[in-house]
């Protein structure tokens, strides 16, 4: 009974603190500026804007890795824009400038009689020898040869090619869209495939005769798409059915030297629309029969990759992801017999993230490496392509984000997650690299923060840089087989931007909508606040669920803090329905794009408000660009009871208008009615709260039309808004013009004062007759 009253009591200690926060805020006046703090303020942001671009900082380090492979240079920034070049021996453990910038300015000014700042040495291309007492630059166009015990500096030709890009990804991602192009001659050089009209045609190249496989093909209706099997014994493609996707329109208003409007077409599939379908065949060249491969047509995707089996090439592997997203396969065809079995077969009640289905095939040991959420994480698993049956990798309540590399030798996978850590950040990258048995999982980056990785071309050596979005990066060089730290590169501070005035921004999480979930998001508030008064709260919004957004590496200033600098607090929110969570987080997009997560990030912002006492969420204005201007849009349509007024640019207001490869991922196929229900369009009449709406005419990412459209509703409703189509622009915010008037806007209806006039002035009067 004690324990029951002692809680009963903190129950009402918290109910009568959570009550006098409420009331103090309702204490504090509203900031609302005259026209003299108002310039003030904007003179301020300005000088900010410009101050932080002359503040060194060093987020991330890209190593040029020399030949020796132990060694490599680097650019280190500096105050005021300028910069010197670092050399570092790996083996030796040794971090130097890499030469004299003075004299090799002074060098160089002699040899092209160019003017040359020894801080600000722009240098395209440079190369040590081997002893890193001599170096090959290019400058301009030209190359030279300097030697650093003198630098005598000798101009030389162009002989030396880039030896290592480290930032490049070692396994580049392969798009399920990227068309397979025709085979050519086959593998054994002595065939050669060739199409004509519509029908398949193979040369034997020593007899000079031509064999015609296939006769019932035809220009409407061709086979295509053909690859050799690895022992030249057969022919894989398809019998196609074209579908010519359809244009999208749009018109240039503003050609220089033009007195018309130039109209603009581009080829944009939108949800609903016919895909060209492929049916499988297979040829056997000593027989040239042709086999149906009993499998269905692919509808969704161009003709996929395939992958043969190394020790009969009678069978091949390809993928299949069923238009939805709701079913992926990898499927194994008999090209004898034409019969097929699934190897895998993963069917979701939701969706398949088809941008995050990782396949590595390892052929020599009929293996593969296959990533799926079916545990309700992102995890990977080797898969017995012979059996099918499969074994779990990594395992556990957290990420796997990106495959950086497969160790075939050592049978070791390389890769970066987030969320395995306690005690800090979900979204925080980590590297990691663990055993095809799932065993001796390393973690090659463990100190806090979100780390950013590049690595040697042998693989030796690694820079890892971390950092917060408030805390400056560390960089270290470490080696790679016991992740030991060799040398730290680089320290940051944020010393530099506080000396400046900046306020860094501020790492805030409550509870989502269930209750349990920890919702991360940041703060930026004004650097010179009055504690006494409430600031109207500002949110940027991109809900696309692709992705996370919310920063994680440092980012002392940005368009958030600008604005804040205004007389706002601007928040950022990762809600429900965005990536890199669970596959329950993630889920609640699901037909469900109009949600936005906007529960979690309301009452995101509630706690957030009754922490930051000066946070007025009485007056709460959004804004965001392409999925972000739907969203933001969205926030005044169906959630007019907390946010107050919007500014939208290129959204795409209506996911029939949009894209069909982005829409029908989330918003599921075939186009149902839930479409036109979460449509902005269809729901203009029920705007409430002040809008801006901002469009470029010539955007090819989301068909200006659509925002058009949503222009149309709107004044058909006769509901009061903004509106501004930005001549010549693509797919934007309204650039420079159109944040201003994106600052104007909140500041006149959420400040409810006026921003600076800027059509005062008078020109001159022109002379000129």
């Known amino acids: 009974m004690k324990t029951i009253s002692i809680v009963k009591s903190c129950a009402i200690l918290i109910c009568t603190a959570s009550a006098f926060i409420v009331q103090a805020q309702q204490a504090l006046e509203p900031y609302k500026p005259n026209p003299a703090e108002m310039s003030i303020a904007y003179q301020r942001a300005g000088v900010l804007d410009s101050l932080v671009r002359r503040i060194e900082v060093n987020n991330n380090i890209s190593p040029v890795w020399q030949a020796d492979q132990k060694s490599f240079w680097y650019k280190k920034n500096l105050a005021e824009k300028k910069w010197k070049y670092m050399y570092v ?231 299949k992801v069923d238009r939805g997203h709701q079913r992926f396969r990898v499927i194994e065809a008999d090209l004898k017999s034409g019969k097929t079995r699934n190897i895998i077969d993963e069917r979701a009640a939701t969706f398949i993230y088809e941008n995050r289905i990782y396949t590595h095939y390892l052929p020599a040991t009929n293996e593969m490496i296959w990533s799926s959420e079916k545990d309700g994480y992102r995890h990977l698993y080797l898969v017995n392509t012979l059996t099918g049956k499969q074994y779990p990798i990594t395992k556990g309540n957290w990420v796997v984000r990106e495959i950086d590399s497969v160790d075939i030798a050592k049978r070791e996978i390389w890769f970066r997650a987030s969320g395995i850590n306690a005690g800090e950040d979900p979204y925080f990258m980590h590297a990691y690299r663990i055993g095809f048995d799932g065993k001796k999982q390393i973690d090659m980056t463990p100190e806090k923060g979100n780390h950013i990785l590049s690595f040697s071309s042998d693989r030796e050596y690694y820079l890892d840089t971390y950092s917060q979005v408030n805390v400056a990066p560390v960089s270290v060089l470490k080696r790679t087989a016991d992740t030991k730290i060799i040398l730290e590169l680089e320290h940051g501070t944020t010393s530099g931007f506080l000396a400046a005035g900046v306020k860094l921004p501020e790492v ?22 009055d504690e006494h008064k409430a600031y109207p709260v500002i949110e940027y919004i991109y809900a696309g669920p692709q992705d996370s957004f919310v920063p994680k590496k440092f980012l002392p200033y940005s368009e958030m803090q600008s604005m804040a600098e205004l007389g706002f607090i601007v928040v950022q929110i990762d809600g429900m329905g965005t990536a890199n969570r669970s596959k329950a987080f993630h889920d609640v997009c699901w037909k469900n794009l109009a949600d936005a997560g906007f529960a979690d990030r309301i009452l995101w912002m509630k706690a957030m408000a009754k922490q930051y006492q000066n946070a007025d969420i009485s007056r709460v204005g959004i804004y965001g660009t392409s999925a972000g201007g739907q969203n933001s849009t969205g926030a005044l349509l169906f959630h007019p009871e907390f946010y107050k007024a919007a500014v939208s640019a290129c959204g795409c207001h209506d996911n029939r208008i949009d894209k069909q490869w982005w829409n029908e991922q989330w918003m599921g196929y075939p186009v149902g009615p839930h479409y036109e229900e979460q449509s902005n369009i269809t729901n203009a009449a029920k705007l409430q709260g002040n809008l801006l709406l901002i469009v470029g005419e010539a955007d090819e990412n989301v068909p200006p039309e659509s925002t058009f459209r949503l222009a149309d509703a709107l004044i058909k409703a006769n509901k009061d808004f903004d509106f501004l189509c930005v001549p010549g622009m693509g797919h934007s915010d309204g650039g420079v013009y159109g944040r201003r008037r994106k600052r104007d806007f909140f500041i006149r209806n959420l400040l409810y004062a006026e921003p600076p006039q800027r059509n005062t002035a008078i020109p001159a009067r022109s002379t000129g007759r």
């Open 89 to 319: 021996n790996a083996t030796e453990g040794m971090r130097k400038n890499a030469f004299d910038h003075q004299r090799i300015a002074e060098a160089l000014q002699k040899a092209t009689g160019n003017n040359y700042d020894a801080e600000q040495l722009k240098l395209t291309k440079l190369f040590f020898n081997g002893a890193a007492d001599e170096i090959t630059v290019k400058t301009g166009d030209q190359w030279f040869r300097i030697d650093l015990r003198t630098y005598q500096c000798l101009k030389t030709a162009d002989t030396l090619k880039d030896i290592y890009n480290s930032n490049k990804p070692l396994q580049a991602a392969h798009s399920r869209w990227e068309s397979i192009p025709d085979a050519g001659k086959s593998p054994d050089g002595k065939k050669e495939l060739y199409l004509k009209e519509g029908n398949v045609f193979v040369k034997k190249l020593a007899e000079r005769e031509d064999e015609q496989l296939s006769f019932d093909g035809t220009t409407a209706k061709p086979y295509g798409a053909f690859s050799w099997s690895p022992d030249s014994k057969t022919l894989f493609g398809y019998r196609i059915s074209p579908e010519k996707i359809k244009e999208v329109y749009y018109v240039l208003s503003s050609v220089p030297g033009t007195t018309r409007g130039q109209l603009k077409s581009n080829e944009y599939a939108q949800p609903g629309d016919a895909f060209t379908s492929y049916a499988p065949v297979a040829f056997d060249l000593a027989t040239k029969k042709q086999t149906k491969v009993d499998a269905e047509e692919i509808d969704f995707f161009g003709a996929p990759e395939l992958h043969w089996r190394q020790d009969n090439n009678q069978y091949c592997i390809y993928e």
């Open 508 to 529: 805030f999480v409550s509870k989502a909508r269930d209750g349990k979930t920890d919702i991360w998001g940041i703060v930026c508030r004004p650097s010179k606040m």
